[in-house]
């Protein structure tokens, strides 16, 4: 389930635009990353570099996040796109934004937290996109972005749980798979997705902070 630990697949669509000059490199290798083993890791040197690597992809997936979020209103017609429109709260049984709290607790249980966050994402990401292949098919470059969407969520969070791997840390224990409404209406569906885009966006742009915490705490 998900790449294995030692190797991770970064997609990163050809639909995007400036994608970050740190990420050059992967981009020419074909946009794979190989994830060295652990005992590769054990000097600060590649561990450090793999840091710096995964932040730069949370950085880049931050941008990402927001262009999909505006992309997904685009196509829900109104209200969504009004400037009045104050969607109501809805919950996904299983995964919360970023608590309160968070930024109060240890770098490392953050990571935790935002890798097992990120791969529940995966999972609901890939519903949305096939909620909206039915209600707009005709929706490509959304298609895609959610389609993308899902698969970098996955590689972001084996990403980080690398590198806690890497620093003696091991993953927490993984988020509820998140439990979606049965039968909901057109509606319910827009809302939901909207729902988990903000919530994607959240969580990748959280995800960047601590890794850029972690780096001022061990890297100097």
Known sequence: EGAPRDSCDFYLPKTYSNPSQALTPLLRAGLKVDLQSHSSASSFPHLEAKIRQTHSLA????????????????????????????????????????????????????????????????????????????????ASRLLRRLEDASHQSRALGNAVEVVLEALGAAPGPPEPHPILPESPGVFLIKLLGYRVCGLYQEWVSCTEGDLSQLMREGLG
Do not use: M
Request: aromatic share 6%.
């Open 59 to 138: 950085k880049l997936l931050t941008s990402y996040a927001e262009q999909l979020l505006q992309e997904y209103v685009q196509h829900q017609g109104d209200p969504f796109g009004l400037p009045s429109f104050s969607p109501p709260e809805l919950p996904v049984s299983g995964l919360n934004s970023p608590a309160p709290t968070h930024s109060g607790l240890p770098t490392l249980e953050r990571l935790q937290l935002d890798a097992a966050a990120l791969n529940s994402l995966s999972l609901l990401l890939d519903t949305i996109c096939r909620l909206q292949a039915d209600l707009n098919p005709f």
